[in-house]
């Protein structure tokens, strides 16, 4: 009998399964298996600017100091980003949520790290460091936020089914209600190294493989990662990594109600002036209905909705990493979506990766390269 699970990737852009020493999608016996992403710490040079920005994408303050800002979404559960004042911006680390406490310890003897209190948020916390020299924040134990009125979907009248009668659709033009943090991509020069890292200390399975175009001998160039949930579903990527000459942030993403909401907010952030990247489409890895902007900072961020949920019995996809591979639908992708705009930083980055002893050479460069053209 065929489960869904077994035709999951039987659709677009999917091909075959892995060829022999390519990386498993898990790991067979993880130090632990965290359930979820709880927040994202930056650093940020104007805290006022940061929050303007981010009450127009749809985040609601939950405190703010000199400092400080901590924003959250409607859901019940922990903040969603962490700003921290500082004399430059930049994205600090994300903060991944344990099972429990003794999830902690586990990984405070792994790695002779200490567990701390976490003050404010409760629980309690340890810090790590991924292969790529990314802060890695894994918490337990929190005070979960009360929800906030939610925003609700839409009552549609599809299919020929009057669901809504006597009763007129107007969406209304206002910041989309951010629900909660989705996931965090992040770029690394040490893709396998890194890869095996969260498979292995954070016990997460990849859910997609994606190979720079005439590169599948060399492995995958793109990982879309999910939490085990054992049979509890799962977002089909908490975290995404992508091979590239830096070790830096790309994008976060946080869920809101629905199409309507990731378009009426997306208007009500063009109204205000603030820079689109790419969107609206509906992404094929993953699927959710997805719309990208840039922050005051230069920080993509991405509202979405509709994503895949898998439980821990689907196997990683397969595809070729391009372009036009990126979406099912929606306009082509952007030179700012791609990270492709001309500016000195990356050319510097480029030239670092590329100097540097990793897994980003000449070869991979030209790979990274097709990918925009394809
Ligand atoms: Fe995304």
């Given at each position: ?7 999951a ?9 892995a060829h ?12 632990i ?11 940020k040079?104007n805290?006022?600017q940061?929050?303007?920005?981010a009450?127009?994408?749809?985040f609601?303050?939950v405190s703010?100091t000199?400092?400080e800002?901590s924003?959250?979404g ?14 430059r ?10 099972a429990?406490?003794?999830d ?10 200490r ?8 629980g309690?916390a ?6 790529s020299?990314?802060?890695v924040?894994?918490?337990a ?7 906030l009125?939610?925003q609700?979907?839409l009552?549609?009248n ?8 006597n009763?007129?659709?107007?969406p209304?033009r206002?910041?989309?209600?951010v629900q909660?943090l989705?996931h ?5 020069p040490?893709f ?6 969260y ?6 399975i ?7 175009p ?5 492995g995958?160039a793109m990982a879309?990662i999910?939490?085990d949930?054992g049979?509890?579903?799962?977002d ?6 992508t ?18 909401a990731?378009?009426?907010g ?14 609206i ?6 699927s ?12 993509m961020?991405?509202h979405f909705?509709d994503?895949?949920?898998f439980?821990s019995t689907?196997?990683a ?7 036009s ?6 306009p082509?992708v952007t030179?700012?979506f ?14 670092s990766?590329l100097?540097?002893?990793n897994?980003f050479?000449i070869?991979?460069?030209l790979g990274l ?6």
């Open positions: 009998m065929t489960t869904p699970a077994d035709t990737h039987a659709d677009l852009h999917s091909e075959f399964g022999p020493g390519d990386p498993d999608d898990r790991a067979a016996q993880p130090v298996k965290i359930v979820d992403i709880a927040w994202l710490e930056f650093e040079q805290i006022a940061a929050e303007r920005f009450h127009d994408f749809g609601t303050t703010r000199a400092d800002l924003l959250r409607t859901w019940s559960g922990a903040p969603c980003i962490l700003i921290r004042r500082s004399h911006s930049r994205f600090v680390g994300p903060a991944f949520r344990a429990g406490h003794d902690l310890l586990r990984l405070s003897r792994e790695t002779g790290r567990v701390y209190p976490l003050g404010d948020l409760g309690s340890i810090d790590l460091t991924d292969p020299g990314m802060s924040r894994v918490v134990g929190l005070t979960d936020l009360p929800s009125p939610d609700h979907p009552t549609f599809f299919g020929g089914k009057v669901e809504r009668f009763a007129i659709q107007r209304p206002e910041p989309a209600r909660r989705g965090v991509v992040i770029e690394t040490r396998r190294e890194n890869l095996a890292w498979q292995e200390m954070l016990g997460m990849v859910s997609d493989f994606l190979f720079f005439g590169q599948r001998s060399r995958p879309f999910r939490c949930r049979s509890d579903m799962a089909h990527h908490t975290l995404a990594m091979l590239g000459p830096m070790s830096r942030y790309v994008h976060s993403a946080y869920q809101v109600a629905d199409l309507d990731v378009a009426a997306g208007a009500y952030l063009a109204d205000r002036g603030y820079h689109h990247a790419w969107g489409g509906r992404h094929i890895q993953g959710q209905l997805f719309d990208y902007w840039r922050d005051l900072d230069k920080f961020v991405e909705a994503g895949d949920m439980d689907v196997e996809g397969w595809a070729p990493f391009t372009a591979g990126l979406a099912q639908w929606g082509p030179r700012d791609l990270g492709a705009n001309p500016d000195p930083e990356l050319v510097k980055g480029f030239l990766g100097k540097n002893d897994e050479d070869h991979r460069l390269l097709k990918v925009a053209r394809s």
